[in-house]
């Protein structure tokens, strides 16, 4: 098994930043895709971003290129999304997700393991 805990979400003014952390724990090493995903109000979870967790390959879904950026830390087992300029639109639930697949996938199903989700709220 696979933990996983976000932190970083909060209110903040659009144009604004935010750091969002995931901490994972248990059989990590079994995972190879991390990525993040967000649900709106009254919306389907999406795909934000993925990385490759040896490697670092990044893919990002076409509404947040240019202003998020996937990291990862393995040594401390730690996933990170830098989000910047936010606009009131990526206001959501951020959830951290682990795949044991080998190759990039944006579908949720692939992903075996899940956090709880952190809130980030962006004001107009």
């Known amino acids: 098994q696979v933990q996983l805990v976000e932190s970083g979400g909060g209110l903040v003014q659009a144009g604004g930043s935010l750091r969002l952390s995931c901490a994972a724990s248990g059989r990590s090493g079994s995972t190879y895709i991390m990525g993040w995903f967000r649900q709106a109000p009254g919306k389907e979870r999406e795909f934000v971003a993925a990385?490759?967790?040896?490697?670092?390959?990044?893919i990002y879904a076409d509404s947040v290129k240019g202003r998020f950026t996937i990291s990862r830390d393995n040594p401390t087992k730690t996933l990170y999304l830098q989000v910047n300029t936010l606009k009131p639109e990526d206001t959501a639930v951020y959830y951290c997700?682990?795949?044991?697949?080998?190759?990039?996938?944006?579908?949720?199903?692939?992903?075996?393991?899940w956090g709880q989700g952190t809130q980030v709220t962006v004001s107009s």
């Open positions: 997700a682990a795949s044991t697949r080998v190759s990039f996938t944006t579908t949720q199903t692939d992903y075996n393991f």
């Open positions: 990385i490759t967790r040896i490697t670092g390959s990044t």
